[in-house]
């Protein structure tokens, strides 16, 4: 174990350090599993780095104030392995994650919070459990090694707990970190609205190509609709968590009014997301309605040039049939020499003729296009002729 004792160190090398190990794709893989900030009794706050709760154990005793955060492979085994070495119910992690993204379980003497913690790459959404379990002077974090959480605040939490008063209530003190974890991991999923928003640029970008395949992009605007769905969810149940808090109503949670002042503002910041959440919603189902209209001109056409071609054939057909009439009678009679010579102009004139006036019949019903864009569906012919 590692010890960090006095002044804060303005080297955060050995932060980084102890707790993560960049990879290179934005997320972070901890080096040591777990990391602490607690305040001795009559001493100067201390940092410690583990790997198990028994080397946390000799060190927190008797603190007035301790946060431990834990990294573990499998949050519900681990998770409860790592609970019931800190004094929490058994059965309270497996309680907590029956939750759908959060959960509150309030048991008088302890407190249990399940939150999300979301990670947005593209389109693909993933929501990972946060564990915040709260005792009378202990705040303990749980939460998968497959998401960064709490990296800022682990890098902090030695000033912070130094600023706070020392005649302050232990329940006051216990308050007023949980409403900084919380935030925290709040701005954290809030981030990942930026990604959403990126995808909605190259989306919107898609949109402006006419040539772009309408399949994909109708599947692309789904997959984020469906992504920002799941995200608003996200923030809606957050609230409801705030919601449990704002009041003081458990008995590990202050009641103070100053300092569940900091919970309404978490709430009113929730609100404020879950306001610009639905707002990009508005946008892409503006997007949606977009690529209907661009579907609906291209099937209008196809229409058209479906009822322009068989405009001209209905004139061709009309025409033929007058000549053709002529000639089945006049495949009848002995037509030889001169005769059939004068029968053949009888044929010709007439094809012409009744093409002509079939055309001419035609043209005064209707406008007659010479493209498909200019053909005039039924509905809008009268009114144009007007």
């Known amino acids: 174990m590692e010890v960090v004792e006095g002044k804060v160190i303005t080297d955060n090398r050995v932060d980084l350090m102890a707790q993560t190990n960049g990879n290179g794709n934005g997320n972070e893989v901890p080096k040591k599993k777990a990391v602490a900030v607690t305040i001795p009794s009559g001493s100067k706050p201390l940092k410690l780095y583990g790997d198990n709760a028994e080397e ?18 499998d949050v519900e085994k681990d998770g409860t392995q790592v609970a019931t070495a800190f004094g929490f119910s058994e059965s309270m992690v497996p309680t907590l994650l029956k939750g759908y993204f959060t959960n ?8 249990g919070i399940l939150l999300p913690a979301v990670r947005v790459k593209k389109v693909d959404f993933q929501c990972f459990p946060l564990l915040i379990l709260v005792k009378k002077n202990l705040i303990l974090t749980i939460h998968s090694e497959d998401v960064s959480r709490l990296v800022n605040f682990s890098r902090y939490a030695e000033a912070f707990v130094r600023k706070l008063p020392e005649n302050m209530l232990p329940e006051d003190k216990v308050t007023t970190m949980l409403c900084r974890i919380i935030d925290e991991n709040n701005n954290r999923n809030f981030e990942q609205l930026r990604e959403i928003e990126d995808q909605a640029d190259w989306l919107s970008e898609s949109l402006l190509d006419m040539k772009a395949e309408r399949s994909m992009l109708g599947k692309s605007i789904y997959e984020m609709k469906h992504t920002l769905i799941v995200y608003l969810n996200t923030l809606w149940r957050t609230l409801d968590v705030l919601n449990n808090l704002r009041y003081g109503d458990a008995d590990v949670i202050t009641d103070n009014p100053k300092v569940l002042a900091k919970v309404n503002l978490l709430v009113v910041d929730v609100t404020q997301q879950i306001s610009l959440s639905e707002h990009m919603s508005e946008v892409l189902a503006s997007g949606l309605e ?21 405009t001209w054939l209905t004139i061709l057909g009309t025409a033929v049939l007058v000549p053709n009439t002529l000639a089945t009678i006049g495949g009848l009679l002995p037509l030889e020499g001169s005769s059939l010579t004068w029968f053949l102009y009888v044929i010709l004139f007439s094809t012409l003729a009744s093409t002509m ?30």
């Open 56 to 73: 946390f154990l000799p060190k927190i005793q008797g603190s007035s104030l301790t946060w431990i955060n834990f990294m573990v492979k």
């Open 357 to 386: 006036l079939a055309w001419w019949w035609v043209s005064k019903k209707i406008y007659l296009p010479t493209r498909a864009d200019e053909f005039v569906p039924v509905n809008e012919r009268r009114h144009r002729k007007r």
């Open 290 to 310: 977009v690529l209907q209209s661009i579907y609906n001109n291209q099937l209008q056409v196809l229409n058209n040039r479906m009822a322009l071609a068989m």
């Open 104 to 111: 509150f379980e309030d048991r008088d003497v302890e407190l």
